[in-house]
């Protein structure tokens, strides 16, 4: 009788974007046997939000995906320059109506060999365009409580970088980082 788990040959990234949601969360049991391998150079860059699904399901979520979309969900990642030990990564997590745009801005490490992505938020500003309305700090969370995403896969075609993550709260999401975006960084201040 046929294995009913693909072969590791079979889940070799796909031509096109992971939106499969079988395919998807079968890379998540096999990230969670063997670890994904991503690392810092992989996570880098302007990640726009293009898939969810919900907890253990093949169903993607496409009115809560298409809000995101509308509202310019981004998530920002880039080397830290020696702010914090331990702690080599910083995060910008946005959302924009038109040039009104609302940021939480702060830290990230990988951990583990899944890995998982710990982050936190340190600060909250409130844009309009290049003019910085409003900077405020956040209060830290709870450490119990800590948000993280378990990367689960990551690739590329001809659109541009891919990565797969589900959230501490249980969504899995698929971002994507345009080719022409690839290397961009975050800025430290703007």
């Not at 079979?10 to 395919?23: F, I």
């Not at 810092?40 to 496409?62: F, I, K, M, N």
């Not at 938020?121 to 409003?134: A, D, H, I, S, V």
């Amino acid at each position: 009788m046929p294995s009913a788990t693909p072969s590791p040959e079979r889940l070799s990234p796909p031509a096109g974007p992971p939106g499969d949601g079988t395919w998807v969360l079968e890379l998540e049991r096999r990230a969670r046997r063997h670890g994904s391998g991503i690392g810092p150079a992989q996570v880098s860059g302007p990640w726009e939000l293009r898939h969810l699904w919900g907890r253990e399901r093949a169903t993607a979520q496409e009115t809560p995906a298409a809000l995101l979309r509308l509202l310019g969900a981004r998530l920002t990642i880039s080397p830290a320059e020696g702010e914090r030990p331990g702690t080599p990564l910083r995060l910008a997590n946005s959302v924009r109506i038109g040039a009104l745009e609302l940021r939480f801005l702060g830290w990230g490490r990988l951990v583990g060999r899944r890995p998982l992505l710990q982050f936190g938020f340190e600060e909250l500003e409130l844009r309009l365009g290049p003019r910085r309305l409003l900077r405020r700090p956040v209060p830290p969370g709870d450490p119990r409580r800590q948000p993280f995403f378990a990367l689960i896969a990551a690739g590329s075609d001809g659109q541009g970088r891919w990565l797969l993550a589900r959230g501490r709260g249980g969504g899995l999401a698929c971002w994507r980082c345009p080719s022409a975006d690839a290397g961009q960084q975050l800025p430290a201040e703007r």
